[in-house]
């Protein structure tokens, strides 16, 4: 285990803990004070979309990692056929797509 | 908002219901990310038993990799927790959308705190749509019930990480890594119905690979405030003149 024991490994991991539970209590507390029909919480609503589109979006243009080892037209394509799976061939089935999608990555990066 | 439209009668009903939305599609692609965590963990010398503490205690992905990385290069304390903490400031607009949603006065204030420690970004997504559509009562246990699976399915998924380490070949990975990117887009456009959520969807499409090239660090709320700013603005702008 070398220098590092686990007690400072176990330090870390429960300040980490404490760092990222934070923003989630602070989440609840503003939103005590929140009305769910009002213009704030549309607007934060919409703040929240806007973050994980711009992740997604984020992970299919500009991928770090496993991903980084595909090209665009790869991703773009397996996008396409889990959207196909999803709203096409199935009733929305949010399984299948995500399947239809990942299987289309490994082959098309396979075929290339 | 939303008139109910799914009854599950008792709020027990909802538990169970919100626990089998969660196995398939959201669990699947929880687990894909936990079990890249556990083997990655198991290469960084840390215990199993700590492997899977650490997922159940921050329960955040991307922080929980920012922490091992940093780690492993022997960065101090206060900057592991700063960049770990960063990374978990998305929790804000999540926590509090889903929370203002959730609340009823038959549950007291340490649940909802509780609750939120179970909320993942792939929950929220499941749980945001669902949710509006439930009595006000059944809201909080359908979430608790959803997140508390997917929360007992990662730490699970780390465990078998730890196991697997070394053994997945590059293209197993890379179907593992997919499924988030995925999930998000075919969950996101499926259950977007209203326009303004649509617009905002839009809107940070384009400033999240903007905002990545400015401050990774920063780049997801960034993009969210500015890419969900607009779209609530553009939205208000119609309305008015509509």
Known sequence: MGNVGVTDLLVLVLACAAGTYLWRALGVAVAGRLDPDGEIFSWMACVALAMIAGLVARMLVEPVGVLASTSLLERLGATACGLVMYFVLTRRNLLAGVVGGCVAIVLLHLLR | ?242
Not at chain 2, 85 to 100: D, E, G, H, Q
Not at chain 2, 132 to 147: D, H, I, M, N, T
Not at chain 2, 170 to 187: A, D, R, S, T
Request: charged share 10%.
């Open chain 2, 1 to 242: 908002m939303d008139k109910p439209t799914i009854n599950y009668h008792t709020p027990r009903g909802a538990l169970a219901a919100g626990a089998r939305d969660a196995l398939g599609a959201p669990i699947a692609v929880l687990a894909a990310g936990y079990v890249g965590y556990g083997a990655l963990a198991s290469g960084f010398d840390f215990p199993l038993w700590l492997i899977v503490a650490s997922s159940l205690l921050i329960f955040a992905l991307p922080g929980q990799l920012i922490m091992l990385e940093m780690h492993a290069v022997s960065a101090p304390l206060v900057l592991i927790v700063l960049a770990v903490s960063l990374s978990a400031s998305r929790f804000l607009p999540m926590t509090t959308v889903l929370s203002a949603m959730m609340r009823h006065h038959r549950y007291p204030n340490w649940q909802m705190y509780a609750s939120a420690h179970i909320l993942a970004m792939t929950g929220w997504v499941a749980a945001v749509a669902r949710v509006p559509q439930l009595p006000a009562e059944q809201r909080l246990p359908y979430f608790v019930g959803f997140a508390l699976l997917c929360w007992i399915a990662c730490a699970a998924a780390s465990a078998v990480g730890y196991f697997l380490a070394g053994q997945m070949s590059e293209l197993v990975k890379l179907g593992l890594v997919f499924m988030n990117p995925i999930y998000f887009l075919l969950i996101l456009t499926g259950e977007t119905k209203a326009a303004l959520g649509r617009l905002a969807l839009a809107a940070g499409a384009v400033t999240g690979p903007v905002a990545h090239v400015f401050a990774p660090q920063w780049s997801l709320l960034a993009a969210g405030l500015v890419g969900g700013s607009v779209a609530y603005a553009l939205h208000r702008w119609r309305r008015q003149r509509g």
